[in-house]
Protein backbone atom coordinates (compact mmCIF):
# COMPACT_ATOMS: atom_id res chain seq x y z
CA UNK A 1 0.00 0.00 0.00
CA UNK A 2 1.42 3.84 -0.81
CA UNK A 3 0.85 5.79 2.11
CA UNK A 4 2.38 8.88 1.10
CA UNK A 5 1.56 11.25 -2.11
CA UNK A 6 2.46 14.26 -3.87
CA UNK A 7 0.76 17.43 -3.58
CA UNK A 8 1.03 17.28 -7.43
CA UNK A 9 -1.79 18.01 -10.27
CA UNK A 10 -1.42 14.32 -11.71
CA UNK A 11 -2.24 12.55 -8.23
CA UNK A 12 -5.51 10.80 -8.08
CA UNK A 13 -7.08 9.79 -4.55
CA UNK A 14 -10.14 10.45 -2.95
CA UNK A 15 -10.68 13.38 -0.64
CA UNK A 16 -11.32 10.38 2.25
CA UNK A 17 -7.66 9.60 1.78
CA UNK A 18 -6.19 12.60 1.22
CA UNK A 19 -8.40 14.77 3.39
CA UNK A 20 -10.28 18.02 2.61
CA UNK A 21 -6.75 20.10 2.61
CA UNK A 22 -4.74 18.23 0.59
CA UNK A 23 -7.33 17.65 -1.73
CA UNK A 24 -8.00 21.57 -2.49
CA UNK A 25 -4.29 22.46 -2.45
CA UNK A 26 -3.98 19.74 -5.34
CA UNK A 27 -7.14 21.48 -7.29
CA UNK A 28 -5.14 24.88 -6.70
CA UNK A 29 -2.21 23.53 -8.39
CA UNK A 30 -4.66 22.29 -11.15
CA UNK A 31 -5.22 25.67 -11.81
CA UNK A 32 -1.68 26.98 -11.58
CA UNK A 33 -1.99 28.72 -8.71
CA UNK A 34 0.92 29.02 -5.98
CA UNK A 35 1.12 26.30 -3.67
CA UNK A 36 4.52 25.62 -1.54
CA UNK A 37 5.56 22.05 -2.37
CA UNK A 38 4.92 19.26 -0.03
CA UNK A 39 3.37 15.71 0.49
CA UNK A 40 0.32 14.09 2.18
CA UNK A 41 0.33 11.04 4.42
CA UNK A 42 -3.09 9.08 3.59
CA UNK A 43 -5.67 8.39 6.67
CA UNK A 44 -4.96 4.82 6.75
CA UNK A 45 -1.68 5.63 8.51
CA UNK A 46 -3.05 7.69 11.42
CA UNK A 47 -5.87 4.83 11.45
CA UNK A 48 -2.66 2.46 11.99
CA UNK A 49 -1.01 4.65 14.12
CA UNK A 50 -4.33 5.02 16.50
CA UNK A 51 -4.94 1.38 16.31
CA UNK A 52 -1.41 -0.65 16.79
CA UNK A 53 0.06 2.35 18.56
CA UNK A 54 2.87 2.60 15.79
CA UNK A 55 3.20 3.43 12.12
CA UNK A 56 2.64 0.96 9.08
CA UNK A 57 5.33 -1.45 8.31
CA UNK A 58 7.20 0.48 5.34
CA UNK A 59 5.96 4.15 5.89
CA UNK A 60 9.26 5.07 7.47
CA UNK A 61 11.30 4.33 4.30
CA UNK A 62 8.32 6.23 2.12
CA UNK A 63 8.39 8.73 4.31
CA UNK A 64 12.31 9.00 3.76
CA UNK A 65 11.31 8.91 0.29
CA UNK A 66 8.81 11.62 0.00
CA UNK A 67 11.01 14.18 1.95
CA UNK A 68 13.84 13.35 -0.13
CA UNK A 69 11.33 14.42 -3.09
CA UNK A 70 10.49 17.39 -1.19
CA UNK A 71 14.14 18.88 -0.76
CA UNK A 72 14.99 18.23 -4.33
CA UNK A 73 11.94 20.38 -5.74
CA UNK A 74 12.58 23.02 -2.86
CA UNK A 75 16.80 22.70 -3.33
CA UNK A 76 16.96 22.85 0.55
CA UNK A 77 17.53 19.91 2.86
CA UNK A 78 15.84 20.05 6.47
CA UNK A 79 18.23 20.70 8.94
CA UNK A 80 20.93 21.95 6.64
CA UNK A 81 23.11 24.63 7.97
CA UNK A 82 23.70 26.60 4.46
CA UNK A 83 20.30 26.05 2.85
CA UNK A 84 17.38 24.92 5.41
CA UNK A 85 14.61 23.58 4.58
CA UNK A 86 11.57 24.07 7.27
CA UNK A 87 8.36 22.04 7.14
CA UNK A 88 4.49 22.47 8.29
CA UNK A 89 2.83 19.75 9.72
CA UNK A 90 -0.80 20.05 9.65
CA UNK A 91 -3.95 17.90 9.78
CA UNK A 92 -6.45 17.22 7.52
CA UNK A 93 -9.46 15.26 7.77
CA UNK A 94 -12.08 14.58 4.99
CA UNK A 95 -14.53 16.77 6.60
CA UNK A 96 -12.57 19.77 8.12
CA UNK A 97 -12.57 20.07 11.33
CA UNK A 98 -11.08 23.74 11.93
CA UNK A 99 -8.51 24.03 14.75
CA UNK A 100 -9.53 20.76 16.24
CA UNK A 101 -5.99 18.95 15.44
CA UNK A 102 -2.40 20.37 16.41
CA UNK A 103 -0.32 22.20 14.15
CA UNK A 104 3.41 22.31 14.22
CA UNK A 105 5.51 25.05 12.10
CA UNK A 106 8.54 25.39 10.83
CA UNK A 107 9.57 22.25 11.66
CA UNK A 108 13.34 21.35 11.29
CA UNK A 109 15.20 24.69 12.80
CA UNK A 110 17.45 23.05 14.75
CA UNK A 111 20.23 25.39 16.28
CA UNK A 112 22.26 24.88 13.73
CA UNK A 113 19.99 25.30 10.80
CA UNK A 114 18.51 28.61 12.47
CA UNK A 115 22.36 29.76 12.46
CA UNK A 116 21.96 28.85 8.64
CA UNK A 117 18.63 30.99 7.99
CA UNK A 118 20.53 33.63 9.86
CA UNK A 119 23.03 33.94 7.49
CA UNK A 120 21.25 33.00 4.32
CA UNK A 121 18.44 35.99 5.15
CA UNK A 122 21.15 38.00 6.95
CA UNK A 123 18.34 38.67 9.72
CA UNK A 124 19.42 36.88 12.95
CA UNK A 125 16.25 38.41 14.67
CA UNK A 126 14.03 36.47 12.07
CA UNK A 127 15.64 33.29 12.67
CA UNK A 128 15.70 33.35 16.73
CA UNK A 129 12.00 34.26 16.64
CA UNK A 130 11.25 31.20 13.99
CA UNK A 131 13.18 28.53 15.93
CA UNK A 132 11.23 29.90 19.12
CA UNK A 133 7.55 29.43 17.22
CA UNK A 134 9.05 25.98 16.00
CA UNK A 135 9.96 25.11 19.30
CA UNK A 136 6.57 26.56 20.94
CA UNK A 137 3.95 24.55 18.45
CA UNK A 138 6.36 21.51 19.17
CA UNK A 139 6.30 21.16 22.74
CA UNK A 140 2.86 22.20 22.47
CA UNK A 141 2.33 19.06 20.30
CA UNK A 142 4.05 16.01 21.85
CA UNK A 143 3.71 17.54 25.20
CA UNK A 144 0.38 19.89 25.38
CA UNK A 145 2.83 22.54 26.47
CA UNK A 146 2.91 26.22 24.83
CA UNK A 147 5.48 28.25 25.04
CA UNK A 148 5.43 32.15 23.83
CA UNK A 149 6.59 34.18 21.34
CA UNK A 150 8.46 36.96 23.27
CA UNK A 151 9.55 40.17 21.84
CA UNK A 152 12.97 40.70 23.52
CA UNK A 153 16.22 38.77 23.20
CA UNK A 154 16.88 37.70 26.27
CA UNK A 155 13.18 36.57 26.89
CA UNK A 156 13.91 34.47 23.88
CA UNK A 157 16.66 32.78 24.57
CA UNK A 158 15.06 31.87 27.88
CA UNK A 159 11.91 30.79 26.32
CA UNK A 160 14.03 29.00 23.55
CA UNK A 161 16.07 26.73 26.96
CA UNK A 162 12.39 26.42 28.23
CA UNK A 163 10.90 24.83 24.98
CA UNK A 164 13.86 22.12 25.04
CA UNK A 165 13.52 21.57 28.30
CA UNK A 166 9.84 20.28 28.06
CA UNK A 167 11.01 18.71 24.57
CA UNK A 168 13.89 16.81 26.00
CA UNK A 169 11.96 15.70 29.21
CA UNK A 170 9.35 14.29 27.03
CA UNK A 171 11.26 12.81 24.14
CA UNK A 172 14.76 12.90 24.99
CA UNK A 173 17.40 15.47 24.28
CA UNK A 174 18.48 14.10 20.82
CA UNK A 175 15.47 15.02 19.14
CA UNK A 176 16.45 18.93 19.29
CA UNK A 177 19.30 17.54 16.48
CA UNK A 178 17.44 14.98 14.59
CA UNK A 179 14.95 16.40 12.24
CA UNK A 180 13.68 13.54 10.77
CA UNK A 181 13.15 12.56 14.00
CA UNK A 182 11.17 15.77 14.56
CA UNK A 183 9.03 15.09 11.77
CA UNK A 184 7.91 11.75 12.64
CA UNK A 185 7.22 12.83 16.15
CA UNK A 186 5.24 15.88 15.18
CA UNK A 187 3.22 13.33 12.60
CA UNK A 188 2.33 11.26 15.58
CA UNK A 189 1.30 14.04 17.55
CA UNK A 190 -1.15 14.83 14.48
CA UNK A 191 -2.40 11.45 14.45
CA UNK A 192 -3.44 11.19 18.32
CA UNK A 193 -4.27 14.76 18.15
CA UNK A 194 -7.48 12.97 16.18
CA UNK A 195 -8.57 11.61 19.34
CA UNK A 196 -8.60 14.40 21.77
CA UNK A 197 -11.54 15.61 23.89
CA UNK A 198 -12.33 18.66 21.58
CA UNK A 199 -12.23 16.30 18.46
CA UNK A 200 -14.02 14.33 19.51
CA UNK A 201 -16.66 16.59 20.70
CA UNK A 202 -16.77 18.68 17.65
CA UNK A 203 -17.74 15.38 15.51
CA UNK A 204 -20.20 14.72 18.35
CA UNK A 205 -21.52 18.27 17.13
CA UNK A 206 -21.47 17.44 13.66
CA UNK A 207 -22.56 13.98 13.48
CA UNK A 208 -19.24 12.72 11.68
CA UNK A 209 -18.39 9.56 11.78
CA UNK A 210 -15.57 8.73 14.85
CA UNK A 211 -13.15 6.09 12.65
CA UNK A 212 -11.88 8.25 9.66
CA UNK A 213 -8.93 9.47 10.74
CA UNK A 214 -7.02 13.09 9.73
CA UNK A 215 -4.47 12.82 6.57
CA UNK A 216 -1.38 15.14 7.65
CA UNK A 217 0.21 16.98 5.16
CA UNK A 218 3.76 18.05 5.29
CA UNK A 219 4.45 21.20 2.96
CA UNK A 220 7.80 23.67 2.79
CA UNK A 221 7.47 26.37 4.99
CA UNK A 222 6.76 30.24 3.35
CA UNK A 223 7.45 32.86 6.00
CA UNK A 224 4.53 35.89 6.79
CA UNK A 225 6.81 37.34 9.43
CA UNK A 226 10.06 37.40 7.27
CA UNK A 227 9.62 41.48 6.55
CA UNK A 228 7.66 44.13 6.16
CA UNK A 229 6.78 42.84 2.80
CA UNK A 230 5.00 39.85 4.77
CA UNK A 231 2.05 38.67 6.15
CA UNK A 232 -0.81 36.05 6.53
CA UNK A 233 -4.49 36.36 5.99
CA UNK A 234 -7.97 34.58 5.48
CA UNK A 235 -9.68 35.83 2.67
CA UNK A 236 -13.47 35.12 1.45
CA UNK A 237 -14.85 35.71 -2.07
CA UNK A 238 -17.49 36.86 -0.70
CA UNK A 239 -19.12 38.30 2.61
CA UNK A 240 -19.82 34.97 4.78
CA UNK A 241 -22.61 37.51 6.55
CA UNK A 242 -23.83 39.19 3.75
CA UNK A 243 -23.80 37.77 0.81
CA UNK A 244 -21.95 40.72 -0.82
CA UNK A 245 -19.95 39.50 -4.02
CA UNK A 246 -16.61 41.11 -2.06
CA UNK A 247 -13.32 39.68 -0.93
CA UNK A 248 -13.60 40.10 2.76
CA UNK A 249 -11.59 38.99 5.36
CA UNK A 250 -8.54 40.29 7.91
CA UNK A 251 -4.73 39.70 7.62
CA UNK A 252 -1.77 40.26 9.82
CA UNK A 253 1.80 41.66 8.31
CA UNK A 254 4.61 40.36 10.12
CA UNK A 255 2.62 37.37 11.27
CA UNK A 256 2.19 34.17 10.93
CA UNK A 257 -1.44 31.87 10.08
CA UNK A 258 -1.85 30.39 13.43
CA UNK A 259 -1.68 33.67 14.80
CA UNK A 260 -4.88 35.00 12.27
CA UNK A 261 -7.03 32.36 13.42
CA UNK A 262 -6.22 32.10 17.07
CA UNK A 263 -7.42 35.49 17.41
CA UNK A 264 -4.45 36.78 19.86
CA UNK A 265 -2.95 39.43 17.35
CA UNK A 266 -4.88 42.05 16.25
CA UNK A 267 -5.16 41.43 12.69
CA UNK A 268 -5.94 44.68 9.96
CA UNK A 269 -8.97 44.84 7.56
CA UNK A 270 -8.12 43.11 4.04
CA UNK A 271 -8.47 46.26 2.32
CA UNK A 272 -5.11 47.32 4.06
CA UNK A 273 -3.15 44.54 2.01
CA UNK A 274 -4.28 46.54 -1.45
CA UNK A 275 -2.37 49.81 -0.23
CA UNK A 276 0.22 48.01 1.24
CA UNK A 277 0.75 45.48 -1.22
CA UNK A 278 -1.04 45.95 -4.91
CA UNK A 279 0.34 43.30 -6.80
CA UNK A 280 -0.06 40.97 -3.85
CA UNK A 281 -3.87 42.04 -4.01
CA UNK A 282 -3.87 41.61 -7.58
CA UNK A 283 -2.78 38.61 -7.50
CA UNK A 284 -5.36 37.19 -4.48
CA UNK A 285 -8.09 39.20 -6.12
CA UNK A 286 -7.28 36.61 -9.43
CA UNK A 287 -7.07 33.82 -7.34
CA UNK A 288 -10.70 34.10 -5.76
CA UNK A 289 -12.42 34.61 -9.45
CA UNK A 290 -10.17 31.48 -11.05
CA UNK A 291 -11.50 29.58 -7.67
CA UNK A 292 -14.83 30.51 -7.76
CA UNK A 293 -14.84 30.44 -11.68
CA UNK A 294 -13.93 26.44 -11.26
CA UNK A 295 -15.91 25.15 -8.05
CA UNK A 296 -19.29 27.19 -8.94
CA UNK A 297 -19.65 28.70 -5.43
CA UNK A 298 -17.92 31.25 -2.89
CA UNK A 299 -14.55 29.77 -1.50
CA UNK A 300 -12.42 30.61 1.20
CA UNK A 301 -8.41 30.95 0.95
CA UNK A 302 -5.80 31.06 4.15
CA UNK A 303 -2.57 32.61 2.31
CA UNK A 304 0.89 33.86 3.41
CA UNK A 305 3.11 36.70 1.81
CA UNK A 306 7.01 36.08 2.18
CA UNK A 307 8.40 39.07 0.75
CA UNK A 308 5.91 40.61 -1.25
CA UNK A 309 5.01 36.60 -2.84
CA UNK A 310 1.65 35.25 -2.79
CA UNK A 311 1.33 31.40 -1.92
CA UNK A 312 -1.74 29.97 -0.91
CA UNK A 313 -1.90 27.38 1.59
CA UNK A 314 -5.37 26.27 2.05
CA UNK A 315 -8.87 26.33 0.24
CA UNK A 316 -12.59 25.29 1.21
CA UNK A 317 -15.89 26.43 0.52
CA UNK A 318 -16.77 29.20 2.78
CA UNK A 319 -18.96 29.06 5.57
CA UNK A 320 -21.76 31.38 4.87
CA UNK A 321 -24.48 32.59 7.39
CA UNK A 322 -28.36 32.13 6.16
CA UNK A 323 -29.29 34.59 4.56
CA UNK A 324 -25.45 34.98 2.88
CA UNK A 325 -26.03 31.53 2.04
CA UNK A 326 -29.35 32.66 0.17
CA UNK A 327 -27.79 35.36 -1.58
CA UNK A 328 -24.76 33.68 -3.25
CA UNK A 329 -27.29 31.32 -4.80
CA UNK A 330 -29.15 33.84 -5.97
CA UNK A 331 -26.30 35.97 -7.02
CA UNK A 332 -24.36 32.64 -8.71
CA UNK A 333 -27.37 32.08 -10.65
CA UNK A 334 -27.76 35.57 -12.08
CA UNK A 335 -23.79 35.60 -13.11
CA UNK A 336 -24.31 32.31 -14.68
CA UNK A 337 -22.05 29.99 -12.84
CA UNK A 338 -24.56 28.26 -11.81
CA UNK A 339 -28.44 27.69 -12.78
CA UNK A 340 -32.05 28.35 -10.75
CA UNK A 341 -32.49 24.70 -9.91
CA UNK A 342 -29.46 24.63 -8.74
CA UNK A 343 -29.41 27.52 -6.75
CA UNK A 344 -32.92 26.21 -5.53
CA UNK A 345 -31.16 22.85 -4.43
CA UNK A 346 -28.20 24.53 -2.72
CA UNK A 347 -30.73 26.11 0.32
CA UNK A 348 -31.60 23.88 2.58
CA UNK A 349 -35.23 24.69 4.56
CA UNK A 350 -33.20 24.65 7.83
CA UNK A 351 -31.70 27.79 6.44
CA UNK A 352 -34.19 29.15 5.01
CA UNK A 353 -35.79 29.35 8.42
CA UNK A 354 -32.94 31.64 9.17
CA UNK A 355 -32.50 33.58 5.96
CA UNK A 356 -34.27 36.62 7.72
CA UNK A 357 -32.24 37.87 10.09
CA UNK A 358 -33.50 39.47 13.39
CA UNK A 359 -32.02 42.18 14.91
CA UNK A 360 -31.68 43.89 18.21
CA UNK A 361 -33.96 47.21 18.78
CA UNK A 362 -32.38 49.34 21.57
CA UNK A 363 -34.84 51.14 23.32
CA UNK A 364 -32.69 51.78 26.38
CA UNK A 365 -28.99 53.94 25.39
CA UNK A 366 -28.28 52.98 29.00
CA UNK A 367 -28.02 49.68 28.26
CA UNK A 368 -25.80 49.35 25.35
CA UNK A 369 -22.20 48.15 26.33
CA UNK A 370 -19.96 48.27 23.19
CA UNK A 371 -19.80 47.37 19.92
CA UNK A 372 -17.18 44.99 18.19
CA UNK A 373 -17.18 43.28 14.85
CA UNK A 374 -20.52 40.91 13.34
CA UNK A 375 -18.74 37.71 13.36
CA UNK A 376 -22.04 35.96 12.75
CA UNK A 377 -25.41 37.14 11.94
CA UNK A 378 -28.22 36.97 14.35
CA UNK A 379 -29.68 37.67 18.01
CA UNK A 380 -28.63 35.68 21.24
CA UNK A 381 -29.83 36.77 24.54
CA UNK A 382 -28.33 34.76 27.70
CA UNK A 383 -25.93 35.18 31.03
CA UNK A 384 -22.70 35.60 30.84
CA UNK A 385 -20.45 32.83 31.15
CA UNK A 386 -16.64 33.52 31.22
CA UNK A 387 -15.47 29.93 30.66
CA UNK A 388 -16.20 26.95 28.37
CA UNK A 389 -17.17 24.91 31.75
CA UNK A 390 -19.23 27.57 33.13
CA UNK A 391 -21.09 27.76 29.68
CA UNK A 392 -21.63 23.89 29.70
CA UNK A 393 -23.24 24.16 33.60
CA UNK A 394 -24.91 27.07 32.94
CA UNK A 395 -26.84 26.34 29.76
CA UNK A 396 -28.65 22.93 31.30
CA UNK A 397 -30.71 26.33 33.14
CA UNK A 398 -31.13 28.40 30.18
CA UNK A 399 -29.27 30.25 27.49
CA UNK A 400 -25.71 31.57 28.02
CA UNK A 401 -23.47 33.75 26.15
CA UNK A 402 -19.85 32.89 26.38
CA UNK A 403 -17.79 35.95 26.63
CA UNK A 404 -13.87 35.48 26.38
CA UNK A 405 -11.00 37.29 25.40
CA UNK A 406 -10.60 34.79 22.65
CA UNK A 407 -11.33 31.39 21.76
CA UNK A 408 -9.29 28.02 21.41
CA UNK A 409 -10.47 24.62 20.20
CA UNK A 410 -10.20 23.64 23.90
CA UNK A 411 -13.42 25.98 24.14
CA UNK A 412 -15.09 23.53 21.94
CA UNK A 413 -17.85 22.48 24.80
CA UNK A 414 -18.53 25.64 25.81
CA UNK A 415 -19.31 27.22 22.84
CA UNK A 416 -21.41 24.14 21.66
CA UNK A 417 -23.68 24.72 24.49
CA UNK A 418 -23.76 28.47 24.27
CA UNK A 419 -26.32 30.34 22.61
CA UNK A 420 -24.11 32.98 21.09
CA UNK A 421 -20.68 34.03 21.23
CA UNK A 422 -18.75 37.23 22.21
CA UNK A 423 -15.19 37.53 22.16
CA UNK A 424 -12.81 41.16 23.03
CA UNK A 425 -9.73 40.21 20.48
CA UNK A 426 -9.51 38.24 17.14
CA UNK A 427 -11.44 38.93 13.35
CA UNK A 428 -13.87 38.03 11.13
CA UNK A 429 -11.28 34.96 10.10
CA UNK A 430 -10.36 34.19 13.79
CA UNK A 431 -11.32 30.75 15.34
CA UNK A 432 -14.28 31.91 17.75
CA UNK A 433 -16.05 34.09 14.38
CA UNK A 434 -15.13 30.25 12.24
CA UNK A 435 -16.54 28.04 14.63
CA UNK A 436 -20.08 30.30 15.19
CA UNK A 437 -20.40 30.49 11.19
CA UNK A 438 -20.16 26.27 11.40
CA UNK A 439 -22.46 25.97 14.44
CA UNK A 440 -24.95 28.55 13.16
CA UNK A 441 -24.57 30.58 16.00
CA UNK A 442 -24.82 34.98 16.50
CA UNK A 443 -21.21 35.87 17.46
CA UNK A 444 -19.64 38.96 17.90
CA UNK A 445 -15.60 39.37 17.76
CA UNK A 446 -13.26 42.46 18.71
CA UNK A 447 -15.52 44.64 21.55
CA UNK A 448 -12.76 46.46 22.22
CA UNK A 449 -14.36 48.36 25.13
CA UNK A 450 -14.65 45.28 27.02
CA UNK A 451 -12.54 43.39 29.47
CA UNK A 452 -13.17 39.31 30.54
CA UNK A 453 -11.91 38.03 33.88
CA UNK A 454 -12.27 34.71 35.59
CA UNK A 455 -15.78 35.75 36.93
CA UNK A 456 -17.08 39.06 35.09
CA UNK A 457 -17.12 41.21 32.45
CA UNK A 458 -15.99 45.27 32.49
CA UNK A 459 -16.52 48.31 30.65
CA UNK A 460 -14.99 51.95 31.80
CA UNK A 461 -18.37 52.44 33.96
CA UNK A 462 -19.70 49.02 35.30
CA UNK A 463 -18.82 45.66 36.09
CA UNK A 464 -21.41 42.59 35.20
CA UNK A 465 -20.57 39.20 36.99
CA UNK A 466 -21.01 36.24 35.31
CA UNK A 467 -24.88 35.11 35.51
CA UNK A 468 -25.97 38.35 34.26
CA UNK A 469 -28.23 38.67 31.18
CA UNK A 470 -27.05 40.31 27.68
CA UNK A 471 -27.69 40.45 24.27
CA UNK A 472 -25.50 40.71 21.30
CA UNK A 473 -26.09 40.82 17.81
CA UNK A 474 -24.35 39.42 15.17
CA UNK A 475 -25.20 41.31 12.24
CA UNK A 476 -24.19 45.02 13.91
CA UNK A 477 -21.64 43.77 16.92
CA UNK A 478 -23.92 45.67 19.36
CA UNK A 479 -23.68 43.91 23.17
CA UNK A 480 -26.82 45.48 25.76
CA UNK A 481 -27.84 44.47 28.96
CA UNK A 482 -30.90 43.09 29.39
CA UNK A 483 -33.00 41.41 26.96
CA UNK A 484 -34.51 44.08 24.18
CA UNK A 485 -37.07 43.89 21.55
CA UNK A 486 -36.13 42.05 18.54
CA UNK A 487 -37.15 43.06 14.70
CA UNK A 488 -37.20 40.82 11.91
CA UNK A 489 -37.18 42.50 8.34
CA UNK A 490 -39.33 41.53 5.77
CA UNK A 491 -37.73 39.24 2.75
CA UNK A 492 -35.57 40.57 1.20
CA UNK A 493 -35.07 40.81 -2.59
CA UNK A 494 -32.65 37.66 -2.86
CA UNK A 495 -34.79 35.69 -0.85
CA UNK A 496 -38.34 36.83 -2.68
CA UNK A 497 -36.70 35.64 -6.25
CA UNK A 498 -35.15 32.12 -4.53
CA UNK A 499 -38.84 31.63 -3.87
CA UNK A 500 -40.47 32.61 -7.23
CA UNK A 501 -38.10 30.23 -8.42
CA UNK A 502 -39.45 27.88 -6.41
CA UNK A 503 -43.18 28.47 -6.97
CA UNK A 504 -42.30 28.16 -10.74
CA UNK A 505 -40.74 24.88 -10.40
CA UNK A 506 -43.32 23.45 -8.65
CA UNK A 507 -46.29 25.25 -9.66
CA UNK A 508 -47.77 25.88 -7.09
CA UNK A 509 -48.56 29.94 -6.14
CA UNK A 510 -51.03 29.45 -3.43
CA UNK A 511 -49.80 31.65 -0.18
CA UNK A 512 -47.66 29.32 2.33
CA UNK A 513 -44.78 29.38 4.71
CA UNK A 514 -41.41 29.85 2.96
CA UNK A 515 -40.22 26.42 3.89
CA UNK A 516 -43.42 24.93 2.09
CA UNK A 517 -42.52 26.46 -0.95
CA UNK A 518 -38.38 25.71 -1.05
CA UNK A 519 -39.37 22.02 -0.30
CA UNK A 520 -42.16 21.51 -2.59
CA UNK A 521 -39.18 22.77 -5.19
CA UNK A 522 -36.92 20.16 -4.03
CA UNK A 523 -39.11 17.39 -3.99
CA UNK A 524 -40.12 18.29 -7.84
CA UNK A 525 -36.26 18.97 -8.81
CA UNK A 526 -34.56 15.43 -6.75
CA UNK A 527 -37.60 13.42 -8.16
CA UNK A 528 -37.04 14.87 -11.70
CA UNK A 529 -33.34 13.81 -11.07
CA UNK A 530 -33.60 10.49 -9.73
CA UNK A 531 -32.41 8.15 -6.79
CA UNK A 532 -28.84 9.48 -8.31
CA UNK A 533 -29.67 13.32 -8.68
CA UNK A 534 -26.73 15.80 -8.11
CA UNK A 535 -26.74 19.05 -6.21
CA UNK A 536 -24.06 19.94 -7.58
CA UNK A 537 -22.03 20.91 -4.45
CA UNK A 538 -19.07 22.49 -5.21
CA UNK A 539 -15.89 20.48 -5.78
CA UNK A 540 -14.83 22.14 -1.99
CA UNK A 541 -15.25 19.85 1.08
CA UNK A 542 -17.32 22.95 3.45
CA UNK A 543 -15.65 23.54 6.72
CA UNK A 544 -12.67 25.58 7.47
Request: aromatic share 4%; with cysteine; glycine share 10%.
Amino acid sequence: MRYIHPLAAATEQPVEVLGAKAHGLIELRRLGLPVPAGFVIGTEVCRAFLRDGRFPDGFHSELAAALAGLEAATHRRLGDTEKPLTVSVRSGAAVSMPGMMDTVLNLGLTAGAARGLAAETGDPGFALVTRLRFLSSFASAIAGAAGTNSGADRAIHHTIRAAEDIISRHVGQQVLHSPFRQLELAIAAVCSSWDTPRARTFRAIHDLPPDRGTAVTVQAMVYGHRDDHSGAGVVFSRNPNTGEPVPFGDILFGGQGDEVVSGRSPTLPLHELAAREPAVWSCLVAALARVEAHVRDSCCLEFTVEAGEFWILQVHRGKMAAGAAVRTAVDLAGEGLIDQREALLRITTQQLRHARTPRMVLDSPEDFLGRGLGACPGVAVGRIATSAGAAVRMAAAGPVILVRPDTSPHDMPGLAAAAGILTTRGGPACHAAVVARALGKPAVVRVTGLSVDATSIRTPENTFPEGTLIAIDGTTGEVTAGSPRIHTPATDPHLHRLLEWADRVSGDHSPREDTERLAAAHSVLLGSAGPGGSTARSRFRAGR
